[in-house]
């Protein structure tokens, strides 16, 4: 092998294992942005809950039903469009005692809950149980 094709691979290489550890290094950050991104805004939906629409919002009818879990009852509300995120639920759940064992135990029943409610408002109307119908005697 002549001195020239030496050079030349030698030139070849060095330019591969940049250009690698350049990719190796757009890759980590791209992941950093994206994971502190969307730890943000999870973050922010947790401790700053916005409602899903403007006022007046639309009604809607969830069911909850005997033996639902917290998940359970965060996945309808997830499917009504009634919060933007289940998991985020679950956390504020925690602050809000909504769904533990005791005062606060999830209550089975009809609700009629608003898009334009935040979570906070959402679970606190849970926590109070379903309305009553009123019956003419």
Known sequence: ???????INRV???IIGISGKLIFYALVVLLLYEGIT??????YEIFHSTAMAEAPGIDK???I???DSLMDVAKELDSKGLIKNEYAFLIQSMFYEYGKAGEYEIIP??????N????????IEL???????????
Do not use: C, H, W
């Open 116 to 123: 334009s409610m935040t979570a906070k408002e959402i679970i």
């Open 127 to 137: 926590r109070d149980g379903p309305e009553e119908e009123e019956t003419e005697g």
């Open 109 to 114: 029943g009809t609700f009629t809950l608003n």
């Open 38 to 43: 969307k730890g943000y805004a999870f973050g």
């Open 65 to 67: 039903e005997d033996g």
């Open 12 to 14: 070849t290489g060095a």
């Open 61 to 63: 009818v969830v069911q």
């Open 1 to 7: 092998m002549s001195n020239t094709t030496k050079e």
